[in-house]
């Protein structure tokens, strides 16, 4: 069997809010593999924002094993993250991130930029990404003369530009209308399909979850089951009940985390602007500028 693209094990994150402790995650295990469209749902709170930053290298657990395309997540310091992520990873965010004063095309070639790649090439690269999602005829466009929809497209081109192994996707179409949301999941899901590419998608609506070949249902920090489109189900936790699972010996002594809400503001270096941490993966994603460590 070959080895899984993504691994999480017994993966824990707690916070210290004054006295108390709030386990953010509690406990995670599962496995991806490469190629699959894995959605991770739940309301807010849950817990599916944190787990998909500390996929993606934006927060440190407590306790416990990330492993992405053989490499540990969790022992990498920031600017060994930059690189990995750099190599690797692709990011679709849900408010776009587009650089307002570039053209789609400019946007989307941006990240090969800050791989080397000459300018004649990495143009030739980014106008056949904007082929590919229907954009053929907007790549002089700027972001504010595109509608959402075409933003999130131009989105989508610059997270494949790079041919990412993995592609993160944060709530993808939470500003779009139902039907756009509808088209740029049908985009995704045939472009990651037709390119064997692994999707990691965090979403509170189990409608779209349902585009995902993989679904993980999280509450509370925990897996409560997860569900295989192709056929196959993996109950985590048949009950249902939400039953607090004790993080083993040392784990407490670890948890000396600063408490962060998920959509507390911080410093993007050298831009000069306050921003979620999803702007913060922006930036190191497109400039390949280390943020300050917020965790410890």
């Known amino acids: 069997m070959a080895r899984p693209v993504i691994r999480v094990k017994d993966l824990y994150k707690i916070y210290r809010i004054g006295e ?150 944060d709530e993808p179409t939470g500003n779009l209308d139902s039907n756009t949301s509808l088209e740029v999941m049908q985009l995704i899901q045939k472009i990651v399909r037709k390119r064997n590419q692994t999707l990691v998608m965090v979403t509170h609506d189990n409608y779209l979850a349902g585009f995902g070949d993989k679904v993980i249902h999280i509450r509370d920090g925990k897996i409560l089951k997860i569900d295989d489109n192709r056929g196959h189900h993996q109950a985590v936790d048949p009950d249902g009940q939400n039953i607090e699972k004790e993080p083993p010996d040392g784990v407490e002594q670890n948890a000396e985390a600063v408490w962060q809400p998920e959509n507390a503001t911080q410093g993007a270096a050298d831009m000069q602007m306050q921003g979620t941490i999803e702007e913060q993966a922006a930036v190191q994603a497109l400039e390949g500028i280390p943020a300050e460590e917020t965790v410890s």
């Open 20 to 169: 108390n402790k709030v386990r953010a995650l509690n406990g995670v295990d599962f496995n991806i593999e490469k190629g699959e469209f894995c959605c991770i749902v739940g309301t807010s709170g849950s817990g599916k924002s944190t787990l998909l930053n500390m996929l993606a290298g934006l927060e440190k657990p407590t306790k416990g094993e990330i492993v992405i395309a053989g490499e540990h997540i969790e022992k990498k310091s920031e600017s060994q993250l930059v690189v990995f992520r750099q190599a690797h990873v692709g990011f679709i965010f849900q408010s776009y991130n587009l650089l307002p004063n570039m053209t789609a095309l400019e946007n989307v070639a941006l990240p090969l930029t800050f791989q080397g790649v000459d300018k004649k090439t990495r143009l030739k690269r980014a106008a056949a990404m904007l082929k590919m999602v229907g954009l053929a005829k907007y790549i002089k466009h700027k972001p504010g003369q595109m509608s959402g929809g075409q933003q999130q497209r131009v989105g989508i081109a610059r997270a494949l530009v790079v041919n990412p192994e993995i592609i993160f996707a």
